[in-house]
């Protein structure tokens, strides 16, 4: 094949946009879910939610939302206003869905190893759905991206690092065993971020 010859992706409509948003969202909120069964922690803004969620009377989506505010406005410097008003109505839907996820899912029993593997995917699946369609969490995702689009490390990668961070700064709240579980969903996250997110296969082009 001539390497001179660049192949060009076409767009994707607004309904399949609107579309992967809401399903994206929705793996993100059942990751949430499973790991918040087995009161585990992930990295992110998402992190610090369900760990302050677990210390404090308020839920998860309300200190998801609130708590990734200021990388929105962020997001919307840098990646534009599309991009930006995309990751708010993710972030709505993810806060929404992972407190109602509750009335609908009753667990008597979960496994803590499955919940950490099974939260880890569905978060890293939902995030690359996301990212596809030219939206985020925004959170630590924005700045990561930020990176990637200045460095070319990939999102994966940088945020494995920060995600590792969060989880291990919570043994001052959590036991051992939770930390050690919690970095296992953490890392499988990160590595369906690192192996299906590159930075030379999809640059990052938000602004238009």
């Known amino acids: 094949m001539d390497k001179n010859i660049i192949s060009v992706m076409e767009k994707h409509t607004k309904r399949e946009d609107g579309i992967a948003l809401l399903v994206g969202s929705f793996l993100v909120a059942l990751g949430v879910f499973f790991l918040s069964s087995a009161q585990l922690i992930t990295g992110g803004t998402a992190g610090l939610a369900l760990l302050l969620s677990q210390l404090s009377s308020l839920s998860f989506g309300t200190l998801y939302f609130f708590i990734n505010l200021p990388f929105y406005a962020l997001a919307w410097l840098r990646f534009g206003k599309a991009f930006a008003i995309n990751s708010l109505l ?98 499988i996250l990160n590595i369906t971020l690192a192996m299906n997110h590159k930075p030379n296969r999809y640059a990052v082009r938000y602004q238009q």
């Not at 950490?116 to 996301?130: V, Y």
């Not at 925004?138 to 590792?164: E, H, P």
């Open 90 to 187: 993710c972030g709505a839907l993810v806060a929404i869905f992972a407190d109602q996820l509750y009335n609908v899912i009753v667990l008597s029993r979960i496994n803590e190893i499955f919940s950490a593997i099974a939260g880890g995917l569905l978060i890293g699946i939902g995030m690359l759905i996301l990212f596809r369609h030219r939206s985020s969490l925004g959170g630590f995702n924005v700045m990561c991206l930020l990176i990637q689009d200045k460095t070319g490390v990939s999102v994966g990668k940088t945020q494995m690092l920060l995600d590792c961070s969060i989880v291990i700064a919570s043994l001052f709240f959590v036991s051992s065993w939770t930390i050690a579980l919690s970095v296992l969903g953490a890392i």
